[in-house]
């Protein structure tokens, strides 16, 4: 489907009993999860990188056409410049691929503190160097400069130059619930300008949303008519729902799916609801 709609985890114990049944055993959580969604962030190999086993597993256990859109590790991207690393990208990419067609965009996020105005050069040089006709590789920025001119159309320029994706990141539901500008339950994720340049064929959205699933009506009105205009461009759009109370993520997941069906979108039917998934209520979209 050219839109994935999942979560940013799977091997989440406070699931189980209402997105997992009761006493689910850990090592089901993965097949499990993918019943429920066709993709998922895969934010573990942030973290570490999973061997030839680890990757066989995962393949046996998720359904057809499922697809898993990775980090990579933060050994790469978070130890100052990426050049440097470029050997242990293209391993990481490299082992990835053992993933075969389940294997969605990958994405560098890099930190706060990687900044434009010294690292420009190396993040130019560092892209240019990976074998982006072999996998689709996305990027998320996270240093305010980058989101100001002349900075943005630089990076903008880049990325569709290279065929690199943008990873976008919608922390507005938290920090823009109220006027007070403040998150509404403590959040790790940062507030950062929404940026929706088109710069592949694909693109990944990090939705952060709020834990009341009817907050999140008034950013889900505009992703919507955004989505549909991508979708007529025959872009491929992944948007992986996050949450500060992570117990929430699976059903507000649900929710954007139904909102989208509803507006018009294809989507792949989803399984039965998890235990609190009440109907969807549209009246004020």
């Known amino acids: 489907m050219p839109l994935s709609i999942g979560c940013a985890v799977w091997s989440y114990p406070g699931w189980v009993g209402e997105v997992y ?33 680890t990757i066989d597993r995962w393949i046996a256990q998720t359904s057809a056409g499922f697809k898993f859109c990775l980090k990579f590790p933060r050994a790469i991207t978070h130890n100052g410049s990426l050049v440097p690393y470029l050997p242990q990208a293209q391993a990481f990419i490299t082992q990835m691929q053992e993933l075969g067609d389940k294997l969605g965009v990958m994405f560098i996020q890099l930190p706060p503190h990687y900044s434009p105005s010294n690292r420009f050069s190396d993040l130019s040089n560092f892209l240019s160097q990976l074998p982006r006709r072999d996998v689709a590789i996305a990027l998320e920025v996270r240093h305010l400069d980058w989101f100001d001119s002349p900075h943005a159309e630089r990076l903008t320029e880049l990325l569709t130059r290279l065929g690199v994706g943008r990873v976008i990141l919608d922390s507005r539901p938290i920090y823009e619930a109220d006027k007070s500008g403040e998150a509404i339950v403590e959040c790790k994720k940062p507030r950062v300008p929404l940026d929706l340049s088109l710069t592949a064929p694909f693109t990944l959205i990090r939705y952060v949303s709020h834990p009341v699933r009817s907050a999140n009506l008034i950013w889900l009105a505009g992703w919507t008519h955004q989505i549909q205009t991508w979708l007529e461009r025959d872009t491929q759009v992944y948007i992986f ?32 609801p998890f235990s609190d998934d009440s109907p969807v209520q549209l009246n004020l979209f």
């Open 241 to 272: 729902v996050h949450c500060p109370i992570e117990a929430r993520s699976p059903i507000n997941a649900r929710y954007l799916h139904d909102i989208f069906t509803r507006s018009g979108i294809s989507l792949a039917p989803l399984p039965s």
């Open 21 to 53: 049944p009761p006493k689910t055993p850990s090592k089901e959580f993965l097949r499990l999860y993918s019943h429920h969604f066709p993709a998922v962030e895969g934010n573990t190999t942030f973290y570490a990188t999973p061997d030839r086993a």
